[in-house]
């Protein structure tokens, strides 16, 4: 079995690529609702701060930041991987190695996940979830995608509502390629 090596730091701030196995399914947001109630049972049993999260059709992108002395956010994913997949009815293709592994045929089994390593950093990622609609085409703006914390943070004045609009100039979004 792989050596996966995750950098691991109690309390940090990480962003993490999180897919679907079917790259071409939209159950993310067709069952939006589950995925929620998913992160929220989570969050309740295992608290961590969303800075940031958008979720599209067959993947989503997240940034968490962990309490002080925890570094567990693989367990966190594990969980809300779960609690989504039991939320909705069984009607994807399973392999028979899923078959015998008594898994479902919905995630990926690995993510993508990078540590936080200063504040440029951090803004560069904060961009590139919120402009990760746009990029993939399910949007014209931004603010158009209804299923990301863009929202929130325009509520509390972090980014201006037409921030990457059309009538604005893009500042280093296209930097990070996922």
């Not at 090596?5 to 589950?34: A, C, D």
Request: charged share 25%.
């Amino acid at each position: 079995m792989p050596n996966y090596r995750r950098n691991r730091i109690p309390g940090g701030t990480y962003f993490f690529t999180v897919n679907l196995l079917e790259r071409k399914s939209s159950l993310l947001i067709e069952h939006i609702g589950e995925l929620r109630e998913a992160v929220r049972v989570v969050r309740e049993k295992q608290p961590f701060h969303i800075d940031a999260w958008v979720v599209l059709p067959d993947h989503m992108h997240a940034i968490w930041t962990l309490p002080a002395g925890d570094d567990q956010y693989s367990n966190r994913w594990r969980a809300i991987k779960k609690a989504f997949s039991k939320a909705i009815p069984k009607t994807e293709y399973r392999s028979a190695i899923r078959m015998k592994r008594h898994e479902r045929g919905i995630w990926q089994r690995r993510y993508w996940e990078h540590t936080i390593i200063n504040d440029a950093d951090y803004a560069a990622h904060m961009d590139y979830i919120h402009y990760n609609p746009v990029k993939h085409g399910w949007a014209v703006t931004v603010k158009d995608w209804p299923y990301s914390s863009f929202h929130r943070l325009v509520k509390m004045d972090i980014y201006p509502l037409n921030w990457a609009g059309l009538d604005l100039p893009l500042l280093e979004v296209g930097k990070l390629d996922n």
